[in-house]
């Protein structure tokens, strides 16, 4: 029976996971046979991670609590860049770390990130191999693809797609989408989480596929939360040991711990559908003559062949699953600061008064001339990173830092968190303070915090327009609305406080906060847009 059950699952799998289980004739190789070459292959794979060819010590880092898990159990499941901030102070600005086979390198600090990411950008530009990332279709996103032709091709479209220049092209776009969202917070201001969902999918929706998406449940919008859902849930124990030992992957779904098959199955089925629905509806569109211009119609009418279509699809899916979620965490971030930080949301509406007046909404025009707006903006990006251990990089060779080893294959996790709140950098890096980024004289420093976005080869592409979203949400908001603590039944105030999540973004728990038009000009200016 249980060959039956494995040949009807082997019909999922791939053509190589078949072949792992017969011997070339066809017949059937016994189970037992099966797991004991794979402990002894495992027993293989993971001693020779322990081999050091080179003899140097690794960077310093926590000792192994258990032979085999190496550090499993000192990463803390909830933020855990707490923990490696922590571990900056014990052990440097390189921190070493094993779990199971897998040896991490955490950098701690901006220098060391510039030196290894971009210095030696030949070496540090890969991405981790993540099996369970891989079983679950995930393979198609540009943000993780190995350091090579597939990525190289897609990261040209990218940086074609979202450069300075054409940015300005979808200024547009992310005004009427912005507009969109001051409406809802007027109409519906408890609703504002969703406005804010909202606005981050409409403009990737709009400018890649040229999709309105509808307020409520939309189809596209609804399927790519779920699939990048999926995503976030991948980080359990079952996935954690198969990504840290691949050859688990060749397991039989039905063996105990091969769950994450059963997970990755199901997962695959939506990521299949978000890279494949919505360029089906730009291709019906073309046909029929009603299709608008946006990024999918543009690289579709120049593919040659299946090869580039499949591109097209990956750059097309990746905009959305790498650009919505992480722009949402950064106007979320923003909400909840200006509600906790009534002088500074009082500071920049004094600003945008005297500047641009209060008889019509900010522009991107007057972006240069709102200083503290900007200096907000940034302390934003700074306060709360929207990653905070950015995307891990991945070494493609051995390489050696400070004589200190760092092993081909290596998972690089560039703790942002630590950069942002670094206090020699950041005086009082907790408290929210934009006037940190004024020189002396009053002008802005030149500290972008553009590390924000990642280092190197792989720098985020979607910077420039996730940059200009983010802060046209910013501007506008202050200039329409007051944003600050509710009342409770009673007349109290009810605190703003709220924990923020873990995972690869995080976002503050569900708090409530007042948010009312700043006075009758504004409620119409917003009403007459
Ligand atoms: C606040 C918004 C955003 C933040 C904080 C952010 C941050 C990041 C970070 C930290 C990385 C990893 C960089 C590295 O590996 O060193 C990254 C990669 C990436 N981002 Fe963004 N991002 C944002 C918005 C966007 C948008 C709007 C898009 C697309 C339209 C986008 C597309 C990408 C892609 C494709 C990559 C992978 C690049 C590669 O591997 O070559 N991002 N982003």
Redesign the pocket.
């Known amino acids: 029976m249980y060959f039956q059950r494995l040949r009807k699952q082997s019909l999922h799998h791939d053509k190589v996971a078949k072949a792992s289980w017969c011997y070339p004739d066809g017949t059937q190789i016994p189970y037992g046979v099966i797991i004991i070459c794979l402990v002894l292959f495992m027993i293989g794979a993971f001693s020779r991670t322990q081999f050091q060819p080179l003899r140097l010590p690794y960077p310093p880092g926590p000792p192994p609590s258990s032979w085999l898990g190496g550090n499993i159990k000192d990463v803390p499941g909830i933020k855990p860049w707490l923990r490696y901030t922590d571990w900056k102070k014990r052990y440097g600005n390189l921190v070493h770390f094993r779990i199971y086979g897998q040896h991490n390198i955490i950098v701690n600090d901006y220098d060391t990130a510039v030196e290894l990411?971009e210095k030696r950008s030949n070496v540090f530009s890969d991405r981790p191999s993540t099996t369970i990332i891989d079983l679950m279709g995930w393979d198609f996103s540009?943000?993780l693809k190995p350091y090579g032709d597939h990525?190289r091709v897609e990261?040209r479209m990218?940086q074609q797609a979202?450069k300075p220049d054409v940015v300005m092209s979808y200024w547009d776009i992310q005004t009427q989408k912005v507009q969109d969202l001051l409406y809802g917070l007027l109409t519906t201001p408890n609703d504002f989480r969703n406005h804010i969902k909202t606005v981050a999918a409409a403009v990737?929706m709009s400018v890649v596929y040229s999709h309105d998406i509808s307020p409520k449940d939309d189809y596209y919008v609804k399927l790519a939360e779920a699939t990048v859902g999926k995503l976030s849930e991948s980080i359990f124990p079952g996935a954690a040991m198969v990504n840290a030992i691949p050859i688990l992957r060749h397991l039989p779904e039905w063996f105990p711990g091969a769950g994450f098959h059963t997970f990755a199955r199901e997962a695959r089925k939506l990521t299949d559908q978000m890279l494949n629905a919505p360029i089906a509806m730009v291709e019906k569109k073309m046909e029929n003559g009603t299709a608008q211009p946006c990024l999918a119609s543009e690289l579709l009418s120049t593919c040659k062949n299946e090869k580039d279509r499949m591109h097209t699809k990956c750059v097309c899916a990746?905009?959305y699953a790498?650009?919505a979620d992480?722009?949402v965490?950064?106007i979320e971030a923003f909400f909840y600061v200006i509600a906790k930080y009534p002088d500074v949301q009082r500071k920049a509406q004094e600003e945008i008064d005297r500047v641009i007046g209060n008889d019509r909404i900010p522009t991107f025009n007057d972006r240069s001339s709102l200083l503290y707006v900007e200096a907000l903006f940034r302390e934003v990006l700074r306060w709360m990173?929207?990653?905070p251990l950015?995307?891990a990089?991945g070494t493609s060779a051995d390489d050696i830092y400070e004589g200190q080893y760092i092993p081909k294959g290596a998972s690089i996790i560039?703790n942002?968190w630590a950069m942002t709140h670094n206090p020699d950098v950041y005086p009082d890096p907790d408290t929210f303070n934009p006037d940190r980024f004024f020189t002396e004289d009053g002008k802005l420093n030149d500290d972008e915090v553009l590390y924000?976005?990642?280092?190197?080869r792989?720098?985020?592409?979607?910077?420039h327009?996730?940059s200009n979203t983010?802060w046209l949400t910013i501007a506008t908001v202050l200039a329409l609305f007051n944003m600050g603590k509710k009342m409770d039944a009673d007349g109290n105030e009810i605190p703003v406080e709220a924990d923020f999540t873990t995972g690869l973004m995080t976002h503050p728990f569900p708090y409530e906060c007042s948010i009312v038009p700043r006075s009758d000009v504004a409620e119409r200016l917003i009403l007459d847009a």
Request: net charge positive; charged share 10%; glycine share 14%.
């Open positions: 990411c540009t943000a990525w990261r990218f979202y990737i990746t905009s790498a650009g992480t722009t965490a950064s990173p929207a990653l950015g995307l990089h560039v942002t924000t976005f990642g280092f190197g792989r720098v985020c592409p979607g910077r327009l996730a983010i």
